[in-house]
Each structure stands twice: as C-alpha cells, then as structure tokens.
C-alpha cells in the first residue's frame, strides 16, 4: 500500500510579487486611500499592494501617478491611458499592459481600440495628432538619444503645447520606470482587469 502523498497548498490569492516582502504597518491616511480605490475600483490595485512595504515608496509612487494621469492637462485621461499602453506594448509589460488596456477599453468604451493599442497602436483608426503622441512616446522609450527639436515641433505643428510636450514625455517616462520595476518583480495584475470593459 502506498502512502497518500501530502499535496502543496495552494494560496487562493495570488502573490502580487515574485519577492517576498511583508506590508509595512500603514498609517491611517493610506488605509483611507486604499479603501478609496477599492471603494471607487472595485478592488485594490495590485501595483498598490506591491508598494505597500514600505510606505514613502508608495507615497512617492502614488503622487506621481495621480499627478500624471489625473491632474490638470491639456492631454485627456484617455490620450495619458494611450501613451502608458504604447509604451507597455514596446516593453512587453504583462503587468501595465493588463492594466491600462482594460482603462483604455473603459475610457473609449471601444473594446477593439484597446486591444489594438496593446498590440499595435498604429494599427488603430487615430488623429493624426494622436498618432503623433504616440509616435514621440515610443521614440523616448526606444531611442531616446535620437530625439531632437524636429521631434517637437512636430508635436506643435499638430497642436500640443509646450507644456503638452512635457505632460507626453512625463507619462512616458514614468510608464518606462514602471514598466521595468514590474519586470523585475513580476508583478502580477488584478484578475478583474482581464474582462472590464469588454
């Protein structure tokens, strides 16, 4: 007779992370943030639990998150959702692919320009405008040492502003630091996020 063998507990909850890194204790004002998005979101980002070890981090990183994608623009919230996706597809990012492809769907209430934006933007219907943002997103992530003023100008002669150009250029970095950061750790995105806006 053969002895039964013990079998591997397996989490419901998936690890956000491939590091093992415990929450720190979180002040009230972060407890009160998390339950705004859960609240507002219908759950927790994971990106935000990933961060929750060490709270300056989390401050650091939700600060300029929110300053980027929700302050004031000339760049709408879906143009910002646009450029984090471009620039997750040329970086492969599972996590803000996931993520922000599922914001994309929601904000343009068009299931088919979120997956083209996930695979190849250009393959969207755009303005050309938009396709110009894009374009100089991409540029920045792939190469950024070959932009030059004509980059920019090209940017104004579509009709960004100055300050536009630096709201483009922002996002895309950003999504680049984020984008990496997720790579290394393997963060891992929400479940929800695969059937929003579908």
């Known amino acids: 007779m053969t002895k039964p063998q013990k079998?591997?507990?397996?989490s419901s909850q998936p690890a956000v992370?491939?590091?093992?890194?415990?929450?720190?204790e979180l002040s009230e004002g972060t407890k009160a943030y998390f339950a705004?998005?859960?609240?507002?979101?219908?759950l927790l980002p994971n990106?935000?639990?990933?961060?929750?070890?060490?709270?300056?981090?989390?401050?650091?990183f939700t600060d300029m998150y929110n300053d980027l994608m929700l302050g004031d623009s000339g760049l709408s919230k879906l143009e910002r959702e646009m450029?984090?996706?471009?620039?997750?597809?040329?970086?492969?990012?599972?996590?803000?692919l996931t993520a922000h492809g599922a914001a994309?769907?929601?904000?343009?209430?068009?299931?088919?320009?979120?997956?083209?934006?996930?695979?190849?933007?250009?393959?969207?219907?755009?303005?050309?405008?938009q396709k110009a943002m894009l374009?100089?997103?991409?540029?920045l992530t792939e190469s950024p040492s070959m932009i030059e003023e004509a980059d920019r100008q090209a940017l104004r002669d579509v009709g960004f502003s100055d300050r536009d150009i630096w709201d483009i250029a922002a996002t895309a970095a950003f999504f680049n630091?984020?984008?990496?950061?997720?790579?290394?750790?393997?963060?891992?995105?929400?479940?929800?996020?695969?059937?929003?806006?579908r």
């Open 104 to 129: 994309v769907r929601q904000l343009s209430g068009d299931p088919a320009l979120g997956e083209m934006m996930v695979m190849n933007y250009r393959a969207a219907d755009l303005t050309e405008k």
């Open 47 to 60: 990106v935000l639990a990933a961060y929750a070890f060490d709270e300056k981090k989390l401050r650091a």
């Open 7 to 10: 079998t591997k507990k397996v």
């Open 83 to 96: 450029i984090a996706v471009a620039v997750s597809s040329v970086n492969h990012c599972y996590y803000c």
């Open 17 to 24: 992370t491939a590091l093992n890194l415990p929450q720190a």
């Open 135 to 139: 374009d100089f997103a991409v540029m």
């Open 177 to 197: 630091m984020s984008n990496r950061v997720a790579a290394a750790v393997d963060m891992r995105p929400n479940a929800e996020y695969h059937g929003m806006a």
């Open 36 to 42: 705004k998005a859960k609240e507002k979101l219908g």
